[in-house]
């Protein structure tokens, strides 16, 4: 398994993030680009009509006088016209700042303000009214734009705009100076600012982390230059746009020219890749998570027959896994049995994801080895990748012929990885950011003095140059009895185990013991009691429910058979809700805000040890 490390592209590559879109227009005119919902149909569009539309909005914001690097924000979900907004920002030179739909108003106006912001993309009423409310204190912005055409009604007199009327004053700018936007673009430097993403820190407030033309650049070419999405491939995107993930994945686009289906709504994913049908997909771990909970439990509730066959079907798979990762023969009489498991069940695996998916990209957070392994022994190929906002998402990644399960791969090529003092994963390259927005200080931390950037993670890299993540730095714990805690692999062991489990999350620094804060997965606990005479109760009696607190600490017992003495859980309890986004609990990206957590749950903590 050698790295993959041809460095041949960076002499070629496009000098920022506009170029690299018009070329892509140029060269693929008449390919489709992306596609997108438009009621129960979908709509679709073309290189050249994107571009033609980008076009008209990046002089629509050259005429309301955007300068090179002057802030635009993007309040918005996932949708199509997020990124003809972030295409037309970076073409008309300006710098985009993301905001997510959920962040509330006066983290919002912190945002805009500490970014300067002079205009503003916003998606609906709900994010309008954010604006509203505090726009006494964005005295930079001049001018919102909303995607819902109604908004723009006279009401907050000019301030207000529609997408339409925007193009419309590109077409009045173009008109006079056709050449306006190319113009702009051909004159961005690599080093010019492209984006602004605050980090959702869980104390103080979020810091924009700033990133340049060449990070984006870079990510979209490196991976390109690894040969493993094509012109033909057709990706689904959900993941939130605000996010790094979100980012990298449309450069990954304007470099290797596939088509992408939008669609933000993460309740609609699964309906969603039944209908697409793509080649690939990026996700956090939850999505995975979620979708092997779901299939467990359904087979579960089949019950007889089909259940065993199920289970001997992964038997199988996990048999001849071993076999073909350790570059061993599979014996004919275990191949014949693998091919009629794969017709019965692993075909049907594949097909709950539309059919034609040669890989999924999983990022943000960790992902359990047992559920990719699973999901492996279905022929369902999972690529974990690593990076940070702090260098424009990607890092490391596997590639499909080169992977180890448990490890988020090999470094991209350009991209050098090192292991630091007390472990800490350490990386340089073209996509490290510029540094913190107004943090010289926050900069300085996040820096090592020969320019390496500090990622906050422990790892480890193998012979073979595959990284391995076993935790973040500030999550390790000590308890009173001098015994290391690593709370990710503790509950990465719970999700494997327990098919019920939404979160688990580990605390005991400086205890005595371990204890965990549990939530369900309000669709499979729904399911289980549908299958146990429970039906009609909702979460909060469920969890409250003696057979639901037996059957988790089962699970829990489970566990600790697998863990050492000094990690086993000593005290659980069932939150009475799960976590979630609106609550601050979660980040957009579906990581928990341990910290949150723990503070909104103090008093119960202090409880097991009192």
Not at 81 to 99: F, H, K, N, P, S
Not at 219 to 248: N, R, T, Y
Not at 301 to 308: I, L, M, P, S, V
Not at 343 to 356: A, C, T
């Amino acid at each position: 398994m050698p790295v993959i490390h041809d460095t041949n592209f960076l002499e070629h590559m496009p000098s920022n993030c506009a170029v690299q879109f018009l070329d892509r227009v140029e060269r693929s005119a008449d390919r489709e680009a992306f596609r997108f919902p438009r009621g129960e149909a979908w709509e679709s569009v073309t290189w050249r009509q994107a571009g033609d539309r980008v076009r008209r909005l990046a002089a629509g914001l050259l005429a309301l006088g955007l300068e090179p690097e002057q802030r635009v924000g993007i309040a918005s979900s996932t949708r199509y016209e997020w990124i003809l907004a972030d295409l037309a920002v970076m073409c008309a030179g300006g710098a985009t700042t993301t905001v997510y739909p959920s962040t509330g108003g006066d983290d919002t106006a912190y945002i805009l303000s500490d970014s300067a912001c002079r205009i503003v993309f916003a998606e609906d009423e709900s994010q309008l009214a954010k604006l509203r409310e505090h726009r006494a204190e964005l005295p930079e912005l001049m001018k919102v734009v909303s995607f819902d055409d109604a908004l723009a009604d006279g009401a907050d007199g000019d301030w207000v705009i529609s997408l339409d009327q925007l193009a419309e004053l590109g077409d009045a700018h173009l008109a006079a100076t056709p050449d306006a936007v190319d113009a702009v673009a051909k004159a961005i430097g690599p080093d010019q600012l492209a984006t602004l993403i605050y980090t959702s820190g869980t104390t103080g407030k979020p810091k924009g982390v700033r990133t340049l033309h060449r990070a984006w650049v870079f990510e979209g070419e490196a991976i390109k230059a690894q040969d493993i999405l094509h012109e033909d491939d057709l990706q689904f995107l959900w993941l939130p746009m605000a996010h790094s993930f979100g980012k990298v994945l449309l450069s990954t686009q304007l470099a290797c020219g596939f088509a992408t289906a939008i669609d933000g709504r993460v309740d609609k994913i699964v309906d969603n890749l039944g209908i697409v049908k793509p080649t690939f997909m990026g996700a956090a771990p939850r999505i995975f998570e979620k979708a092997h909970a779901r299939i467990v439990t359904m087979q579960a509730a089949e019950g007889g027959a089909k259940e065993k066959i199920f289970l001997k079907a992964f038997e199988v798979g996990r048999k001849v896994d071993a076999l073909r990762l350790a570059g061993k023969s599979v014996p004919l009489p275990l191949k014949v049995q693998h091919a009629l498991f794969d017709k019965l069940v692993f075909s049907k695996v594949r097909e709950r994801f539309g059919g034609r998916v040669k890989f999924f990209i999983s990022g943000s957070a960790a992902l359990n080895a047992d559920i990719a392994a699973w999901f492996h022994a279905a022929g369902v190929l999972i690529l974990e990748g690593y990076g940070m906002t702090e260098n424009a998402a990607g890092a490391t990644v596997n590639h499909p012929d080169a992977y180890k399960l448990g490890t988020v791969g090999q470094p991209f090529p350009g991209t050098e990885v090192r292991i630091g003092e007390g472990g800490e994963v350490q990386l340089k390259g073209p996509h490290v950011m510029a540094g913190y927005h107004n943090r010289p200080e926050a900069t300085s931390d996040a820096l090592t003095e020969d320019g390496w950037l500090r990622t906050g993670d422990k790892g480890e890299l193998d012979a073979d140059g595959f990284l391995k993540i076993t935790g973040r730095i500030k999550e390790l714990f000590k308890t009173s009895g001098g015994k290391y805690i690593a709370p990710p692999a503790i509950e990465a062991k719970f999700k494997a185990i327990c098919p019920y489990v939404s979160q688990f999350m580990v605390f005991g620094a400086e205890r005595n013991f371990v204890s965990a804060l549990i939530t369900l997965d309000p669709d499979a606990i729904a399911g289980w009691a549908a299958e146990n005479g429970k039906e009609g109760k909702d979460y909060t009696a469920l969890v409250n429910d003696d057979a639901v607190q037996a059957m988790v600490a089962e699970y829990v017992d489970e566990l600790n058979a697998q863990l050492n003495r000094w990690e086993t859980i000593k005290k659980w309890k069932l939150l009475d809700h799960d976590l979630t986004i609106e609550s601050g609990e979660l980040t957009p990206s579906l990581k928990v805000k341990r910290n949150v957590v723990e503070n909104n749950n103090a008093e119960l903590i202090d409880s097991f040890y009192s």
